[in-house]
C-alpha cells in the first residue's frame, strides 16, 4: 500500500491557489521568468521585539536595590522592567487584570506580581524575556497587600477579610499558619477592622509583625507567641505605614491628612500628631482637616536628620492645584508639584536592610502619565534628566513613519542639532537605575522613527540596536500665530482643537527634505541646515482648489478646445484673472461667504530659526465660496525635482518649492485622457451655485470654463444607476468596513448613515435632473514662474502671498452650504481622492523609448495614473525656466484604493526615486556646488520594443506588476476578499525585495516580486483601534511598529535572521553582583542581646509546625516558565536557591563527617603517641644486651 503523504497534498493545494491567485495576463511574454527570485517563506517570521514609550495606565512600582532595577505594573496587567539607558523589558499577565503590588525577591532575580484577580505570580527575571514560574489565584479572599521581606522565602498576604496568610515563594504553596482578624484585634471590639493596608515585620525583630487594617487599629503580632503585643488606635482611616530603622517607633499616615507617630511600647496615645498641609489654629485645637496622605516613608541618615516624604494631604482650599510630593527634612518642609496625579513613589536608599541607615539618595515618582526621579542629595531637590523614551505621548501621536538602513550621517547629524534643545537644570548624578547589560546584536544599520503630534510637533527619534532616542524635536506651529484664547480664535479654523496637528509627512534622508502635512490644510516644506538664520518673510503659497460637478440642465455643446497655455512671464495674480465682479482680496465678513481665506493665519513678525530643520515655503489651502478646504490625504516630495505634490478629495496640486509657484492644480477626473479606458461611475450632485453650469475649477488658468465641462454626449440623459442607489451601496460598503473598526468608529459610521439617508428624503426632484458626468480629457499644463511684482502683500504684515489663480468664482453667491451638510459628506466620501503618489524615472506613455522624469498617481478608486515632468537643466536655468507637466491619462485600474506604487528594473532591482545630496542652503558657495550634484538617473532605454521595467502596484484589495512601457499586466494577485489592506509597502529584506501587508482582519502578509507569490500570511493583531491603522508602518530589513498604546510604540519583525538572533539583541535584566554586608551589630549589643532579632520562619511557617492550608482557599498553577509544576522551580531561579541551600546543606554535611574523622585521626594520633612515649621510658635505661 502506498503512503499517503499529507505535506505533498498540502503542498500541492498551496501551489495551486498561488497560480490562481498571481497569475500571468494570458498572451504576453514572461519576461519575469529570468528574475531569479531569492526570497523564500522560510526568510520570514513574525514575532514582537520590543516596546519603547511609558506604561500606559500605571498602577504599580517596585525596585530592587541591589540590582537598581525598576518594575512598573498597569491596569491592563502588563509589566514593564528598566535597567540603564537602553535596558528595557516588556511582559504581559495573560488575565489582563491590574497589578496591585509588586514585590522583588532582592538580588536574586525574581518578582513577584498581585493582581486585581486575586492571583499572585512569580516571575523568573534571569532569562532575557522573563517568564511565570508559579501562580497561585486565591478563591475565597480577595488580596489587598503583599509584604515580603529582605532574604526571606515567606510572602505575607493580607486580604480583604483582615487575615493574613504566607506563601513559600519556592514552591508557591501556603502555609498552615494563619493570622486571623478576630485573633489580631481586641475582643471587645464590635465592628470588623476593614482590609488589611499594610504589612511589615519589625526591623530589629522579624518575629513581630505590623499590620494596619483600613478602620486605623494598628496590630504588632508576635509570630512565635500567636498573639498581639500592642494595639494602636486612631480615629481616622489608615493609608500607609513606615517604620524607623530601629524599630523603636513608627509613623502613620490618615484619611484627614495627619501623620501619627507611635512608640512601639507605648500604644496608648501617638507622641506627635502633625497636619504638614493643615493650617494650625491659634487656639490650640485641632487643624482643619486635609486631604488623605495617602503614602509615607521614613528614612533615617547617619549624619542628619531623617527625611519623610509624603503624598496627598493637601489642604481642601487648594481646588485646582496639581498632584503634590511634599519632602519633609529637618524643620524644612518642600512641596513639589507634579504636571500629573501621583500613582505611587518609592524613596531609593543605599541599602536593603531595614535595620541599618537607610540614607536615601533620590525618591522615584509614578505619575498617571510620566516617571519623575528626584535627586534628594542636592539642594532645591532637582529632577535626574530621564533617559528613557518616555515622552512619545507628551501630545498625542498623529501620525508614524519608520525608516531603516537610512544614510549613516543622518543620525550624528540630528543629534548634534538637537543636543542643543535640551532643557537645563537637572541634577548633575548620573542615573540611579543602572541595572542590567545591553545586549549584543550584530544588527548596525542605523534606523529613524518619526513621529508626528497633536500639537504640530515632530519627534526623529534613534531606533537602531533596539533601542529608542529622541534626536530632535520640531514645532511645525511656530510659523503660525497662536490665538491666546478661544476668544481670538480665527472663525476660518476648520477644527476647534489641535489646529497644527500633522497629519502626513514625506521625508528624504538622503537630501534631508522634509515635508509636512497639517489637519488645517496647510503643506510645509523645511530643509536642513546647520546654521542659525531668521527669516524675515515667511514664503507663503496659497491654493484654491476646487472640483465642483456641473449642474446645469442643457449645457452648451462644442467640442474639445485645445488648451492654451500662459505665456512666460504672465502674471497669475488673482487681479488679471478675475471676473470684474469679484473683490481681489479674501472676503471673511458676515455678508457673504469666507472665500480666498486660509484656515491658519501665518505669522508676521521675523522667525528665528536654530539649526535643524528649516521653513523652507508654506503652502495653505483657502476657503472656496464658504466651503472649508479639504483635508491633504496624500503627499510626497522630490528634491531632485524640486517638486511637492498633495492631494485631497478635490484633485492634486503640484508646487515648485524652488521657484516658489504653483504647476498644476486639476482635479482627479481631469488627469484622465478621453480614451480612458476605465470610465467613472458618476458622483452624487451638488446643490446649484449658480444658473448655468458650473465648471470644475483646475485652478490652471489656461482654459475657459466652458473648454473644461463640454461632454461628448451634452444634451443626453446619463444612463446611470439613481442617486439613491448609490448612496445606499455605499452606506452598505462602509457599515462592512465599520464591522472591522472599533466601537467608536462604528457609531462615527453609524450617525454618518443616518445623516445620508435623512438626507436623500429631502431631496428635490430639481436637484436629482441636475447630475451629470463631469468631463474627462487629456491636457498637458506647463506653469511658468510667477513674476515677483505679482506677489502681494498681506494686511496683517509682511508676509510674501503668492494666490494660485482661479478659473472660477461663483456668480450667485445667495446660497452656502453648511461645513456639515449631508449631500456634502456624501460626495466626499464617495467622490475619487488621490491616494498615494510615487516619483520615478520611467516611460510616460506606450510609445516611449526613453526614460524621463514621472509622477505616478493613485486614487481611492483604484484608478493610477502616469503624469509626465519636463524639467529644465540644472543650475540658474532651473531656477527661471518652468517645469513642464503633462497628464498621460489611466495607466492601470485595480480594486480598492491604491496605497503604495514602487518600480523594479529589469532584473528586479527596486528603482528608488532620485535624490538631491544634502547641501547647507546657508553654507558658502563654494560648499554648495561641491555638494550639489544631482543623482544619475536610471538606465534610461527600452530597446527592441521590449519591456525594461516592472511598476508594483498595490491597493486595499489586490496587487498587480505591470510592464513598462508596454503597460500589460504581467502578474495580479488578490490579497484579501473579506477584508482590506490598512498599510502596504514595498521593502528591501535580505538583498531582495517585497510586497508587506497589514490588513484590518488582523493578518500581516508579505508577496515576492514580481511574481507575487505569498511568502507569509500570519493572523497576528486584529484592528481594535483606529491607532494601530493610522500608526502601522513597515520599514526595511523586515522591520515594523505601530502604537499599542497612546503612549507605548510596539516593534515587530518579520524577519527570520532576526527573530533567531533576538535573545542576543535583547539587553539582560539579571547581573551577578554581591548582596551588601550586614550591617554590624556593635560590641555592646552583641554582649547586652541588642541589635536585630532573626527569626526561623521555616520552623514556625513549615508543614511540620502549622500543617497544611486549605485546599479551598488558593489553588497553585505552574506558570508556562516551569516544565512541570514543581519541577519547573528546579530549573527556574527560586530553584537554583533552593539547589543551593540543598548543596550547602550537603556540603556542611560532608565537612561534618570530615571534622568527625579528622576527630578520630587526632585521638588516635594522641594513642600512638601515647603508647610510643610509655615504650620509650620503658627501655631507656636498660642496656642493649638487656632488651
Request: aromatic share 8%; hydrophobic share 35%.
Amino acid at each position: 500500500m502506498k503512503k499517503f503523504n499529507i505535506r505533498k497534498v498540502l503542498d500541492g493545494l498551496t501551489a495551486a491557489s498561488s497560480s490562481s491567485s498571481a497569475t500571468a495576463q494570458p498572451g504576453t511574454p514572461r519576461e519575469t521568468d529570468v528574475i531569479q527570485e531569492t526570497l523564500q517563506s522560510e526568510h520570514f517570521q513574525l514575532c514582537k521585539t520590543v516596546r519603547h514609550g511609558f506604561p500606559h495606565h500605571p498602577s504599580s512600582m517596585a525596585f530592587d536595590p541591589v540590582q537598581k532595577i525598576l518594575a512598573v505594573g498597569t491596569q491592563t496587567g502588563a509589566l514593564r522592567l528598566f535597567g540603564r539607558a537602553g535596558v528595557e523589558c516588556y511582559c504581559q499577565h495573560e488575565s489582563g487584570a491590574a497589578v496591585i503590588q509588586l514585590q522583588f525577591l532582592i538580588n536574586e532575580g525574581a518578582l513577584v506580581s498581585a493582581l486585581a484577580d486575586d492571583s499572585i505570580h512569580l516571575w523568573n527575571l534571569r532569562q532575557k524575556i522573563p517568564a511565570i514560574l508559579h501562580s497561585l489565584k486565591f478563591s475565597r479572599e480577595r488580596i489587598t497587600y503583599c509584604h515580603l521581606p529582605f532574604q526571606s522565602k515567606w510572602l505575607y498576604v493580607g486580604t480583604e477579610r483582615g487575615n493574613i496568610h504566607i506563601v513559600n515563594v519556592e514552591s508557591f504553596t501556603l502555609s498552615g499558619y494563619v493570622i486571623m482578624w478576630n485573633k489580631a484585634i481586641e475582643l471587645s471590639t464590635k465592628t470588623h477592622p476593614g482590609p488589611v493596608v499594610h504589612i511589615s515585620d519589625n526591623p530589629m525583630d522579624e518575629g513581630k509583625l505590623l499590620i494596619g487594617f483600613e478602620c486605623g487599629v494598628v496590630v504588632l503580632w508576635d509570630l512565635k507567641c500567636k498573639k498581639a503585643d500592642y494595639r494602636y488606635s486612631y480615629d481616622e482611616a489608615i493609608h500607609s505605614v513606615a517604620w524607623h530603622h530601629e524599630g523603636k517607633q513608627f509613623v502613620c499616615s490618615h484619611s484627614d491628612g495627619t501623620l501619627t507617630t507611635w512608640n512601639v511600647r507605648v500604644p496608648a496615645k501617638a507622641t506627635q500628631i502633625i497636619t504638614p498641609h493643615g493650617k494650625q489654629p491659634k487656639d490650640g485645637k485641632k487643624p482643619e482637616p486635609c486631604k488623605p496622605i495617602l503614602k509615607v516613608e521614613y528614612k533615617t541618615t547617619r549624619a542628619g536628620d531623617p527625611f519623610m516624604v509624603l503624598s496627598g494631604g493637601l489642604s481642601y482650599d487648594t481646588v485646582g492645584r496639581r498632584a503634590c510630593l511634599t519632602v519633609m527634612h529637618g524643620k524644612s518642609t518642600t512641596v513639589l508639584e507634579m504636571d500629573y496625579p501621583i500613582v505611587d513613589f518609592l524613596t531609593l536608599c543605599e541599602t536593603p536592610y531595614p535595620n541599618d541607615f537607610q540614607e536615601p539618595y533620590a525618591v522615584v515618582v509614578l505619575l498617571e502619565k510620566d516617571l519623575v526621579v528626584i535627586d534628594l542629595g542636592q539642594i532645591g531637590y532637582p529632577i535626574f534628566e530621564n533617559p528613557y523614551p518616555l515622552t512619545i505621548h507628551e501630545s498625542p501621536v498623529t501620525c508614524c513613519e519608520y525608516f531603516a538602513d537610512c544614510p549613516d550621517e543622518i543620525i550624528p547629524a540630528l543629534y548634534s542639532v538637537g543636543s542643543r534643545q535640551k532643557r537645563q537644570g537637572y541634577s548633575k548624578k548620573e542615573w540611579p537605575i543602572s541595572g542590567g547589560n545591553w545586549g549584543q546584536g550584530t544588527q548596525s544599520y542605523p534606523e529613524i522613527i518619526i513621529t508626528g503630534h497633536a500639537d504640530g510637533t515632530i519627534k526623529f527619534w534613534d531606533a537602531s540596536a533596539l533601542m529608542l532616542q529622541v534626536l530632535y524635536k520640531l514645532k511645525t506651529a511656530k510659523v503660525f500665530e497662536r490665538a491666546r484664547g478661544k476668544e481670538d480664535k480665527s472663525s476660518t479654523e476648520i477644527v476647534e482643537e489641535d489646529p497644527f496637528a500633522i497629519q502626513t509627512m514625506s521625508w528624504c534622508p538622503e537630501s534631508r527634505m522634509l515635508c509636512v502635512a497639517g489637519v488645517s490644510a496647510h503643506v510645509i516644506i523645511y530643509r536642513f541646515s546647520k546654521q542659525e538664520v531668521t527669516t524675515e518673510v515667511v514664503q507663503l503659497l496659497e491654493v484654491r482648489m476646487q472640483c465642483e460637478f456641473s449642474n446645469g440642465d442643457s449645457p452648451d455643446t462644442g467640442g474639445e478646445k485645445t488648451p492654451t497655455l500662459p505665456t512666460p512671464g504672465a502674471s497669475s495674480s488673482p487681479q488679471e484673472s478675475e471676473p470684474p465682479t469679484q473683490p481681489s482680496t479674501g472676503s471673511n465678513s458676515t455678508d457673504g461667504p469666507r472665500d480666498n481665506i486660509p484656515c491658519l493665519q501665518v505669522r508676521s513678525s521675523p522667525l528665528k530659526q536654530s539649526p535643524g530643520y528649516q521653513v523652507e515655503l508654506v503652502i495653505q489651502l483657502v476657503w472656496v465660496s464658504g466651503e472649508p478646504p479639504q483635508p491633504i490625504t496624500s503627499l510626497a516630495i522630490n528634491s531632485s525635482y524640486g517638486l511637492v505634490v498633495f492631494g485631497n478629495t478635490n484633485g492634486l496640486a503640484v508646487v515648485d518649492y524652488l521657484q516658489k509657484t504653483l504647476l498644476l492644480n486639476m482635479g482627479t477626473t481631469e488627469l484622465c485622457s478621453p480614451s480612458d479606458p476605465y470610465p467613472r461611475q458618476p458622483r452624487s450632485p451638488r446643490k446649484p451655485r449658480q444658473p448655468s453650469g458650473a465648471p470644475c475649477d483646475t485652478n490652471d488658468g489656461s482654459n475657459t470654463s466652458e473648454d473644461r465641462c463640454k461632454s461628448p454626449t451634452s444634451g443626453s440623459t446619463s444612463p446611470c444607476n439613481s442617486d439613491d442607489e448609490r448612496k445606499q451601496k455605499f452606506i452598505e460598503k462602509v457599515k462592512f468596513k465599520s464591522r472591522r473598526f472599533s466601537k467608536t468608529v462604528a457609531n462615527d459610521f453609524a450617525k454618518m448613515s443616518r445623516r445620508i439617508s435623512s438626507s436623500s428624503e429631502q431631496k428635490t426632484d430639481v436637484e436629482k435632473r441636475f447630475q451629470r458626468r463631469c468631463v474627462t480629457f487629456k491636457k498637458r499644463f506647463c506653469c511658468v514662474k510667477e513674476d515677483k511684482a505679482a506677489a502681494r502683500m498681506s494686511k496683517n504684515g509682511p508676509i510674501s502671498r503668492t494666490k494660485s489663480a482661479p478659473n472660477f468664482y461663483a456668480k450667485d453667491n445667495s446660497f452656502t452650504r453648511s461645513r456639515s451638510s449631508s449631500v456634502t459628506s456624501i460626495d466626499r466620501e464617495s467622490r475619487e481622492a488621490i491616494s498615494s503618489f510615487h516619483f520615478c524615472e520611467s516611460f510616460p506613455r506606450k510609445v516611449d523609448s526613453l526614460v524621463s522624469p514621472c509622477l505616478l498617481v493613485g486614487t481611492t478608486q483604484g484608478s493610477v495614473m502616469m503624469v509626465a515632468l519636463s524639467l529644465p537643466p540644472g543650475g540658474d536655468q532651473r531656477l527661471q525656466q518652468p517645469v513642464g507637466i503633462s497628464s498621460c491619462g489611466t495607466m492601470v485600474r485595480l480594486k480598492g484604493g491604491i496605497l503604495t506604487m514602487a518600480l523594479l528594473d529589469a532584473t528586479g532591482t527596486l528603482l528608488p526615486p532620485s535624490y538631491e545630496p544634502w547641501y547647507d542652503s546657508n553654507a558658502s558657495e563654494e560648499e554648495k556646488e561641491k555638494s550639489r550634484k544631482r543623482r544619475p538617473a536610471s538606465p534610461p532605454s527600452s530597446q527592441d520594443g521590449q519591456d525594461s521595467q516592472f511598476a508594483v502596484l498595490c491597493s486595499e484589495k489586490q496587487a498587480k506588476v505591470v510592464a513598462m512601457p508596454s503597460q500589460t499586466r504581467i502578474y495580479k494577485h488578490s490579497i484579501t476578499e473579506s477584508s482590506f489592506v490598512l498599510r502596504a509597502d514595498v521593502v528591501q529584506m535580505s538583498g531582495a525585495n517585497c510586497i508587506t501587508c497589514f490588513c484590518a482582519n488582523g493578518h500581516i502578509m508579505a508577496l515576492s516580486l514580481p511574481s507575487l507569490r505569498p511568502l507569509l500570511d500570519v493572523n497576528y493583531l486584529p484592528l481594535t483601534d483606529m491607532r494601530i491603522a493610522r500608526t502601522f508602518c513597515f520599514s526595511n530589513v523586515g522591520q515594523a511598529l505601530y502604537l499599542t498604546s497612546p503612549t507605548e510604540i510596539q516593534r515587530i519583525t518579520y524577519s527570520q535572521e532576526t527573530c533567531d538572533n533576538l535573545q542576543e539583541m535583547l539587553s539582560e535584566l539579571f547581573t551577578p553582583v554581591e548582596t551588601p554586608e550586614a550591617p554590624n551589630r556593635g560590641f555592646f549589643k552583641g554582649l547586652f542581646g541588642g541589635g536585630a532579632q532573626s527569626l526561623d520562619r521555616e520552623d514556625l511557617f513549615g508543614e511540620t509546625a502549622a500543617g497544611k492550608a486549605s485546599r479551598s482557599l488558593a489553588q497553585h498553577i505552574p506558570g508556562p516558565g516551569s516544565m512541570e509544576g514543581m519541577k519547573g522551580a528546579a530549573s527556574g531561579v527560586v530553584g537554583d536557591l533552593a539547589r543551593a541551600r540543598i548543596a550547602l546543606d550537603e556540603r556542611g554535611q560532608k565537612l561534618g563527617e570530615l571534622e568527625e574523622r579528622t576527630a578520630a585521626m587526632m585521638a588516635s594520633a594522641d594513642s600512638f603517641s601515647k603508647h610510643a612515649h610509655d615504650m620509650m621510658l620503658k627501655y631507656k635505661d636498660k642496656k642493649w644486651y638487656q632488651l
